[in-house]
């Protein structure tokens, strides 16, 4: 019936698509689109980035905090240790045996493992790889960790403890 | 949209005709593609001779969409497809920080003023919602009134009217999920649908809602059914009336058909067709942007039972006609055989409804034919005054 006007008409269709993709209008057009789509793309993937990453920025403005108060922290017992949130990682105060005061970051420099004050063994002990500090400094005694425990300046009140960053 | 139509190379539908036209546009692609030593060439061969990308190529080159003076209606399932994609994405993203149970109303109030554009993933997830049941329904009725049900698409209308109900449970169960004091009386209210069913209503509904009253165990299990039953059940359901509607490709409507094969048009699918699908998407995309950035989704006081309810507590728009008809037939026929009568009455409708294939399965008109038509007009001008009448006395 009319097939062959159908196969004829292929190329008429063709000729004229493929001249006209070096025309400027073509070229705007694809430009564009081109620039509509990022645009469109931007404003679905921004708000989802920012709202996946909320607590992350949330976490950085913890991490901003300088100092700590700890009601009541100055009747802690001899050779024993608090712990507690400085910003929004772990920390532990230490009422040393012979009354000193110390706090250290409780986050073990190995794999960020919580460590442990054992004061039987004189020690502040991770359980993860076995790595072991000293109480009194934070150094690293002996196992895998690298560094020092992050030291904090400790004020000892009538009421309570303030512990602040170094 | 004719215009636009038009310029198309508008094709005969007999498929030798069909055929032809398309090998005669194989053969360029092959020539081409057998020159081509690019980057691009070879990973498509890669690819196709592993997954046969040739063979999905060549039926999309195929599948043809009919052209006439109704063929608006035909993007409607499209925009409804779309629009279920948001909302997995949407709800994967509340899925983030959503907590069930105790927490819900709390992390639902972090989301939206804690987090980040919480508020507009939210908006954007409630507005999506009601939208997609808006073009559901669009989409039934004009598969409706296009007789597109008829033979042999009669299970497309069945796993049809089965997504609109799972779509009507997704809207009722996530609507409980923030547990403000709107959605908490909305879910206690709503309930009352599945209590009149008559003998094992109250057996049905305390173990829907687990338990005497809505609480956090009903949170917990609505937000199972939301999250993970219904998918379950939905996505499959869908997948076969997706195959179904290439199987049997569109419907035409009767007027359509009376015509010759030869003065029927169509346009190919790919890409003619699926360009206007993503224009469509693309309004839908801008229509859903708008209301949930210019009309955030409210989030209520935390419900709470012993606050009495607000005024002009209701169902989302959607439950509105068959909760206001109960609500008729209770005030005219006092006590419980008011509400047998109006959920048997609802369901005698619901029942013809889902059986008009059967009744009206012929491709010809008659008196069948024109009854179906005449009841598809009677249901929806009864779901429409219901509906107004709902919310003329809430107002």
């Known amino acids: 019936m009319s097939d062959p006007v159908l196969i004829e008409s292929q190329p008429e269709i063709e000729v004229p698509f493929e001249e006209a993709e070096s025309t400027p209008t073509r070229r705007a057009f694809v430009g564009i689109a081109a620039a509509a789509g990022l645009c469109y793309a931007g404003a679905v993937c921004y708000p989802i980035y920012r709202y996946l990453a909320s607590p992350a920025e949330m976490a950085a403005s913890e991490g901003a905090v300088r100092q700590v108060t700890l009601d009541k922290a100055q009747a802690l017992p001899l050779a024993s240790a608090l712990m507690f949130k400085f910003g929004s990682s772990p920390a532990m105060l230490i009422h040393g045996a012979d009354d000193s005061w110390v706090a250290f970051s409780a986050v073990c420099t190995h794999l960020g493992c919580t460590v442990k004050f054992e004061p039987e063994l004189n020690r502040i002990h991770c359980s993860c790889h076995g790595g072991v500090y000293d109480p009194h400094t934070g150094k690293n005694v002996s196992g895998p960790p690298p560094k020092p425990l992050k030291a904090y300046q400790v004020n000892v009140g009538a009421t309570s403890v303030t512990v602040s960053r170094a | ?395």
């Open chain 2, 1 to 395: 949209m004719s215009g636009a139509v038009d310029s198309e190379p508008a094709v005969d539908v007999s498929e030798g005709i069909a055929a032809r036209a398309l090998s005669s546009q194989d053969k360029p692609h092959a020539e081409n593609s057998q020159k081509g030593t690019g980057t691009i060439e070879s990973v498509y061969e890669w690819i196709d001779e592993r997954l046969g990308l040739g063979e999905v190529i060549a039926l999309a080159r195929h599948k043809r969409i009919p052209v006439h003076s109704q063929s608006f209606w035909y993007y409607w399932g499209g925009i409804s497809l779309f629009l279920f994609v948001i909302q997995i994405f949407t709800g994967i993203l509340l899925l983030v920080y959503y907590r069930p149970g105790a927490e819900a109303f709390e992390s639902v109030r972090q989301i939206t003023y804690v987090m980040h554009f919480g508020w507009l993933i939210r908006s954007a997830h409630s507005w999506c919602a009601n939208l997609f049941m808006f073009s559901i329904l669009v989409h039934m009725f004009s598969v409706y009134f296009m007789k597109a049900y008829r033979k042999p698409r009669e299970v497309g209308w069945l796993t049809g009217i089965a997504l609109l109900f799972f779509a009507a449970m997704f809207g009722f169960s996530g609507y409980l999920l923030p547990m403000d004091e709107l959605s908490y009386y909305a879910t206690k209210v709503g309930l009352q649908i599945p209590a009149s069913i008559p003998f094992m209503g109250a057996f049905t509904t305390t173990i829907l809602r687990g338990g005497p009253e809505v609480s956090d165990f009903t949170v917990q299990r609505f937000f199972a059914l939301h999250v993970v039953i219904l998918p379950l059940l939905f996505i499959p359901l869908l997948g076969l009336h997706l195959f179904l509607v290439q199987k049997h490709g569109n419907a035409v409507p009767p007027s359509e058909e009376a015509k010759p094969l030869a003065a029927r048009k169509s346009i190919p699918f790919f890409p003619n067709f699926f360009q206007k699908d993503l224009a469509m998407w693309l309004i839908s995309l801008n229509v859903l942007a708008l209301l949930a950035s210019i009309f955030p989704w409210d989030l209520g006081r935390q419900a709470d039972s012993l606050v009495p309810a607000p005024a002009g507590i209701h169902p989302e728009w959607y439950f509105m006609a068959p909760f206001h008809m109960l609500k008729i037939l209770g005030n005219w026929l006092p006590g419980a055989t008011g509400e047998v009568v109006g959920i048997l009455l609802f369901t005698t409708g619901l029942a013809i409804w889902v059986v008009i294939p059967f009744y009206d399965g012929e491709n010809k008109t008659g008196t069948r034919g024109r009854n179906a038509h005449y009841f598809g007009l009677f249901a929806v001008a009864a779901l429409i005054i219901t509906t107004a009448l709902g919310y003329w006395g809430i107002r």
